[in-house]
């Protein structure tokens, strides 16, 4: 029987008609010359002969009986690939702005809880001549980091049509009857006071640690842990409508920006989101005097672990919105995130309550999720977060899908009561893509906050000492020279 752990479940539980807890992506592809007619069709089957790889597009949940435990894994006797791989177009002329119009509706439907919880669309109309392809998972399913092991798994490194692989003997994922999951879930709740008693001793640790880090100034203390975030537009109630943009920088003037200074790359990404937030809320009058707080998620996942589940956890980073010079504002938020690192690692130790369940969990936190939702108590709660900011390593090499070739691969993230503002970095060759993803009421206007980032870039870079270097084509050629460059209109 394949349960859901506690980290996986919560993002059901936490799910709500405002907030939807699907991730995405939506990535440029250039398709293979003369093939543009009968490609949907195509892409189609090629997906069809590999579902069977990732076991959870497969299957759909099943909850237990009175939400005493949380769901299982079943196989889906329904499942029907002309649902889970659809295709539209935008409008004319296909713009970039229609491209995020279209992935924003898109982003606003939750999955269908009856069927296994991932859909595929291919976009067309685009009037670069390329496709989108966006693809859709439900938090439940993946984290980032599996996010990209479906990329090794489904993608090609050559226009070559790779081979369709075997289908290994069919696990035993039938449906189980109610006295079996009850039977289950009683065994379940029954076992868990021992195994949270096992993760005790790691906690007392963690705690005793955390507490005298708090004291000792020599560490940092608890960095941004320790800090009020102040209240800003982001901090409010989502609805249930998205605004999206999406844009690049390269990767290696980042870096260039970072090196001289002891920065890495995501320190620098951090300072340009950082800028670019600071001078948006300064241009409308609402930058507060205490510095925002960045969540910024946190793999914990081994190398090689391809497992598709969630293994993260959050760090907190001041983003140092007070300082006003560029650099020493990076800087300080390099501090900040290592302090951070720290505290992480610390929380890392404690363990043991992966697979925490009692009788009725599943019922009392969707209890307590819908009323958050309907009494919109993201209005009204502190938050010890602004904004959250991710970022998500991809591939360094080119990847194909059926022959096309992937040129870009923006993310598409979560905004949630009390953070309505998700800024998602997701690396690719030498492009650094990132979105802005949303609650339409908290900003109506996500191009503007894109074109402060690329702003925030040019600010930096100059005061870095670096020549600027251009922000990259959001919708690239695929056949023009690596590093390309030209700013988005």
């Known amino acids: 029987m394949d349960k859901l752990k506690i980290l996986d479940a919560s993002f059901l539980y936490a799910e709500t008609v405002n907030t939807p807890m699907h991730v995405a992506a939506v990535q440029h592809f250039e398709l293979p010359a003369g093939r543009e007619d009968g490609f949907f069709e195509e892409l ?66 939750p999955l269908d809880r009856s069927r296994p919880l991932w859909q595929y669309w291919l976009i067309e109309g ?14 439940a399913c993946i984290d980032g980091m599996a996010g990209q092991a479906i990329i090794d798994i489904l993608f090609a490194d050559s226009p070559e049509l790779p081979p369709v692989p075997e289908r290994a003997d069919a696990a035993d994922d039938a449906a189980p009857g109610v006295m079996s999951l009850l039977w289950d879930a009683a065994r379940n709740a029954t076992s868990q006071p021992v195994r949270s008693a096992r993760g005790l001793p790691n906690l007392a640790r963690t705690a005793w640690s955390l507490g005298r880090r708090a004291l000792g100034r020599e560490t940092g203390g608890l960095g941004a842990l320790g800090q009020r975030a102040p209240k800003t537009r982001f901090n409010v109630a989502v609805g249930p409508y998205r605004s999206f943009a999406f844009g690049s920088l390269p990767l290696s003037g980042v870096k260039a920006v970072g090196k001289p200074h002891g920065c890495k790359a995501n320190d620098v990404f951090m300072a340009v989101c950082a800028g670019a937030l600071r001078r948006y809320l300064e241009e409308r009058g609402e930058m507060p005097e205490r510095p925002l707080i ?126 309505a503002l998700n800024i ?63 700013r988005a209109a």
């Not at 685009?126 to 439900?138: D, I, M, P, Q, R």
């Not at 010079?325 to 390099?334: C, E, F, G, L, S």
Request: net charge negative; hydrophobic share 40%; proline share 8%.
């Open 126 to 139: 685009l009037e670069s001549g390329h496709v989108a392809w966006y693809t859709k998972y439900h938090h």
């Open 424 to 486: 998602t970095l997701q690396s690719y060759q030498d492009r650094m893509d990132f979105s802005i993803t949303a609650c339409l009421d908290a900003l109506p206007d996500a191009d503007l906050l894109r074109h402060a980032m690329y702003d925030a870039w040019e600010e930096l870079q100059r005061a870095a000492g670096v020549e600027p270097v251009p922000v990259l084509q959001p919708d690239p050629v695929a056949s023009a020279p690596e590093g390309m460059a030209v």
């Open 294 to 419: 960045a969540g910024a998620p946190v793999s914990q996942r081994q190398a090689g672990d391809q497992s598709m589940s969630n293994q993260v956890s959050m760090l907190l980073t001041s983003l140092e919105t007070h300082i006003a010079d560029p650099v020493a504002r990076m800087q300080a938020i390099r501090d900040s995130a290592n302090v951070g690192k720290a505290v992480v690692a610390e929380l890392a130790e404690v363990g043991g309550f992966d697979n925490m369940s009692f009788p009725g969990l599943p019922a009392a936190f969707r209890s307590v999720m819908a009323a958050a939702d309907r009494l919109r108590l993201g209005d009204f709660l502190p938050m010890p977060l602004n904004v959250v900011i991710s970022n998500v390593p991809g591939p360094r090499r080119p990847v194909f899908l059926n022959r096309a070739r992937m040129l870009t691969h923006y993310p598409v993230s979560i905004p949630a009561h009390g953070t």
């Open 44 to 109: 189609k089957r090629y997906v069809a002969d590999r579902v069977h790889l990732i076991p959870f597009m497969t299957r759909r949940l099943k909850a237990t009986p009175l939400g005493m435990d949380h769901p299982i894994w079943v196989r889906d006797d329904r499942f029907d690939i002309d649902y889970h791989i659809q295709r539209t177009r935008v409008p004319a002329p296909g713009t970039q702005h229609q491209l995020e119009q279209t992935v924003a509706r898109l982003h606003e439907t």
